[in-house]
C-alpha cells in the first residue's frame, strides 16, 4: 500500500467519508473539512478526543487558528489532521527501511 492509500484508509477510518483514490490534497482537505465542521458545531468533545488521538499539535493548532481566524476552521483543521497522518506514515516508513538494514541475528 503506497502512501496515498493508507492516508485514505486512515481517514476513511477516522471519519467514516467515502475518499475515491484518485483525490487531490485540496479535496481530500475539503471532504475531511466537512465532518470536522459537524463535530464542531455537535460534538467538540468527539473533536477533541480525535485530534489528541491523531496527536495533532494542540500549539500549532491554537497558533493556526488564530493567525486564520477568517478561514474556515474545519478546514484548517483537516489541514493539520492530513498533514499529521502524512507525517505519521512517512516515519512509519523510514523505520521500517531502518529495520531492514539491521542483520537477522542482531533483531530482537
Known amino acids: 500500500m ?30 475531511i473539512a466537512v465532518p470536522v465542521n459537524e463535530l464542531i458545531q455537535k460534538d467538540f468533545q468527539r473533536l477533541v478526543g480525535i485530534l489528541y488521538r491523531l496527536d495533532v499539535s494542540e500549539p500549532k493548532l491554537r497558533y493556526m487558528l488564530k493567525m486564520h481566524n477568517e478561514e474556515d476552521a474545519g478546514k484548517i483543521i483537516a489541514t493539520l489532521i492530513v498533514e499529521r497522518e502524512l507525517q505519521k506514515i512517512k516515519t512509519r516508513q523510514e523505520f521500517r527501511k531502518n529495520d531492514d538494514e539491521i542483520d537477522e541475528e542482531e533483531r530482537w
Open 2 to 31: 503506497d502512501t496515498n492509500e493508507k492516508l485514505i484508509y486512515n481517514l476513511q477510518n477516522e471519519f467514516a467519508v467515502s475518499i475515491p483514490p484518485t483525490v487531490s490534497f485540496d479535496q481530500m482537505i475539503a471532504m
